[in-house]
């Protein structure tokens, strides 16, 4: 059992930033992290992740040149650095986890996307942008 413990949610004013961090209890190699949110009324969406393997990290187009991920393998923690925030980014924020062989690398569109490939979940934080 992996246990994932999101913090850094808030209100931010519009064009403001947030860093959000996720604290796995698991130590691995072959692992997976990612980040996904859902607004009140909407689907779970894919915001972010990262490939514990080989570094590669992944993002949704709406928040590419906005949002950086990574990870500091010495803590077991995942980071969301969010600038340049908008109203349309107000939603729980969830970090997600997965284990994956330990060679696995993925490369091209779609990877990591989907929340039905992530096993683990954190309780979630909330993320209020005002206009």
């Known amino acids: 059992q992996v246990h994932l413990v999101e913090s850094g949610g808030g209100l931010v004013q519009a064009g403001g930033s947030l860093r959000l961090s996720c604290a796995a209890s698991a130590r691995s190699f072959s692992f997976a992290t990612g980040w996904f949110r859902q607004a009140p009324g909407k689907e779970r969406e894919f915001v972010a992740a990262?490939?514990?393997?080989?570094?590669?990290?992944y993002l949704a187009d709406s928040v590419k040149g906005r949002f950086t991920i990574s990870r500091d393998n010495a803590k077991n923690t995942m980071y969301l650095q969010m600038d340049d925030l908008n109203p349309d980014d107000t939603a729980v924020y969830y970090c997600?986890?997965?284990?994956?062989?330990?060679?696995?690398?993925?490369?091209?569109?779609?990877?990591?996307?989907?929340?039905?490939?992530?096993?683990?979940w954190g309780q979630g934080t909330q993320v209020t942008v005002s206009s």
């Open positions: 990262i490939n514990w393997n080989d570094g590669r990290t």
């Open positions: 997600a986890g997965k284990f994956q062989l330990p060679d696995y690398s993925c490369v091209g569109y779609g990877c990591y996307t989907g929340a039905d490939d992530f096993d683990y």
